[in-house]
């Protein structure tokens, strides 16, 4: 499709937001110019489009965060518009007055709407003169902890400290009783201020069973608005989503129209145009309450996309350029149900900590009108730990929530990442869940159903163990035998792959690990007619197994029960994928008698690569276990690295804003005798 909108766009971001919206210009006819920062000189955003600049070092503030020489390679290029994608310059009211100044159009609302939503007290202030409903809290401007502590305790623990110029799930902390406030109130705020340079604060009682329930808008610049329904946003980890669905479960027509209708006013009362999404929480009960308004494209918006057969992207370029929205309230419907799952190159037995490496081997699904991949690296790529680690965001759509949620499982598992730890086992299991299935979402989704979803618990190993160990089995087997075709002498006994043995079966020893675990598989070989049986044994249990090994599926007979699984071999193990979940296994190291001491007591080292950003305590004090000692930051997200018992900080080995290298020892600890 043809457009005069505009001729030249520059695309403001990085990553799979800037793919994206390069996809949808190229599709309009309009040229493209992408921007990059030294780490991003050889990225795939700047191979797609026509043209790009470079702007700066690999830190953001440094490259992707300074408007002056974004504006200048627009004004450099000839680029009427900036697409200024999310996070970054997205909701900077100053960016927007820069492009205003300089007669280029900035693809988003007016400065007035983003400097109206900017600030989350001053969001709640107008959204309670509009008439949509709030959450109880204290949005105020007094920012003295006794005020904010007073409001906490006056309507009750628990309670949401939030940065009120924040989002993504920056500067907020939930604080559980009144002996956890200080330091929650702290944290809260020194992440507010290192994210957006500001860390006034508000708080919010905590709604315990809370659905994150949030609705597309879109206004051009006639007044006219709609909405293009609903997503459900609940499931999330740190206060960032994971996995977004449209619609949402359970949404009766009645609750559609009202959320709607209230996020309309909410857009109409700060004259708000082009794409933004306004966020409620759905409480049990039906009632909803405001929490904040985004004005931007959300990274969600592709389910919204396949509900609704609209492109949000042409949408936003076509309104931007002075255009009517393409289509009114009722010419707008739901067609069948999509799932976005966001990779991550990230731990999730680690708190969801955020991983680095180069991308060795990438192979995601193959696409289709079910299946988009939206991203914006490929293999070879480095995860570095100068931006936000998201690898991939997998979208999923069919006719049905269960045959979409199908697809979706499909998916995850014949996705193939190397090189960095990634959250794709805890995506699959997470998708395979009884209650994620059965649409039983709340905010605390992840932490209810951890033991199902990280599968902690042992009985659930009692199928994958046996499963696991016959992999191993035919997988030493085929590599035998292709070394054994590979060899100047195939007849030679000593490429012989049979497992004979004079007199006796062939037995091995293997010992797998799940979760640093060790579990030791006892495996007997029996060989007839040229078929293998496998005995394995561990613990208690003992299963007699055969099975075919074929690229990556696993076909197994174990004790009569015939089953496939799938295996992903990565880097230090391989994953097994059965319709009960995924788990991920390694093979034991063999104990050499090798110091392998860390060189720190308790988890004092480094666990990513990341920054220092400041010490809690000061050199030489005691504390006591579980005391917060420092706090890392890597990829927009902190970690606070706590006493692992009693004793005395002696010394730190990194100052604030040192870099530090995953691995490091971080400060000098004795913990006490007793």
Not at 13 to 38: F, H, L, Q, W
Not at 359 to 366: C, D, I, K, T
Request: with cysteine; glycine share 8%; net charge negative.
């Amino acid at each position: 499709m043809s457009s005069k909108v505009f001729s030249k766009i520059l695309i403001a971001n990085r990553g799979e937001i800037a793919c994206r919206v390069i996809k949808t210009a190229k599709k309009m006819g309009v040229r493209t110019v992408a921007v990059y920062s030294d780490a991003d000189a050889h990225a795939l955003h700047v191979a797609m489009a026509d043209e790009a600049i470079h702007i700066g070092a690999a830190p953001s503030r440094e490259s992707y965060l300074l408007g002056d020489k974004v504006i200048a390679a627009a004004l450099s290029t000839g680029a009427q518009a900036i697409h200024p994608g999310y996070g970054f310059l997205s909701e900077n009211a100053d960016f927007c007055r820069q492009c205003a100044d300089n007669n280029i159009v900035f693809i988003g609302p007016p400065v007035g709407a983003i400097e109206a939503m900017g600030s989350k007290s001053a969001a709640k202030q107008i959204m309670e003169k509009a008439g949509v409903p709030l959450v109880p809290g204290y949005h105020g401007e007094d920012q003295s902890r006794d005020i904010i502590k007073q409001a906490a305790d006056d309507m009750g623990y628990p309670v949401l400290l939030k940065a009120a110029a924040g989002g993504g799930g920056k500067g907020m902390r939930q604080v559980w009783n009144e002996a956890e406030f200080d330091e929650g109130l702290e944290a809260a705020k020194r992440e507010s201020m290192n994210a957006f340079g500001d860390d006034h604060m508000l708080v919010e009682k905590y709604l315990t069973q809370p659905r994150h329930v949030e609705i597309q808008v879109f206004c051009d610049s006639k007044g006219n608005g709609v909405y293009l329904f609903e997503r459900d946003c609940s499931v999330q980890r740190r206060h960032q989503k994971v996995i977004e669905e449209a619609p949402a479960p359970g949404m009766s027509p009645e609750l559609r129209v009202e959320m709607g209708k209230a996020a309309l006013k909410a857009a109409q009362a700060i004259n708000y145009q082009g794409a933004g999404t306004v966020e409620f929480l759905l409480d049990t009960d039906g009632a909803f309450y405001f929490m904040e308004m985004n004005t931007r494209l959300q990274v969600e918006h592709p389910v919204t996309e396949y509900i609704s057969g609209q492109d949000l992207v042409e949408w936003q370029l076509r309104v931007a350029a002075g255009e009517d929205l393409p289509l009114s309230q009722d010419q707008l419907s739901i067609n069948g149900h999509a799932f976005e799952a966001r990779v991550y190159a990230e731990d999730p037995d680690n708190d969801f900590l955020p991983a680095t490496g180069v991308l060795e081997f990438l192979q995601p699904p193959e696409e289709s009108e079910f299946v988009r991949v939206d991203t914006g690296v490929r293999q070879g790529d480095e995860v570095s730990v100068y931006y936000d680690p998201m690898i991939a965001k997998l979208i999923v759509w069919d006719e049905s929530r269960e045959k979409a949620l199908a697809r979706l499982s499909k998916a995850l598992k014949e996705y193939r990442i190397s090189g960095t730890t990634t959250n794709l086992d805890f995506l699959y299991n997470l998708a395979n869940a009884k209650a994620f299935k059965a649409a039983d979402l709340d905010t605390g989704f992840i932490e209810k159903h951890s033991a199902e979803i990280f599968h902690d618990d042992q009985q659930t190993l009692q199928q994958e163990l046996p499963l696991a160990g016959l992999y191993i089995m035919l997988q030493q087997a085929q590599a035998a035998q292709a070394k054994a075709a590979a060899s100047i002498d195939a007849t030679s006994p000593w490429n012989n792959p049979d497992n004979w043995r004079l007199n006796e079966p062939h037995k091995q020893l293997i010992t797998i690990l799940h979760h640093e675990q060790e579990y030791p598989l006892d495996i007997t070989v029996e060989e007839r007619h040229g078929q293998a049986t496998y005995t394995i044994a561990w613990g208690e249990q003992t299963v007699s197994a055969q099975g075919i090994l074929e690229g990556n599926e696993l076909r197994a007979d174990l004790n009569g029960h015939r089953q496939s699984a799938t295996i992903a071999a990565h880097g230090d193990g391989f994953s097994l994928y059965t319709p009960s979940g995924a788990v991920s296994f390694k093979l034991a190291v063999p104990d050499t008698g090798e110091d392998q001491d860390s060189g720190g007591e308790g988890g004092l080292v480094a666990p990513m690569n990341g920054t220092m950003v400041t010490h809690l305590v000061k050199a030489g004090s005691r504390v006591e276990k579980g005391d917060a000692l420092l706090v890392m930051e890597a990829m927009k997200m902190e970690h606070t690295i706590r006493a692992p018992a009693a004793g005395v900080v002696k010394d730190f080995f990194f100052a604030a804003g040192e870099l530090v290298d995953g691995g490091a020892l971080l400060l000098d600890f004795e913990a006490s005798e007793d």
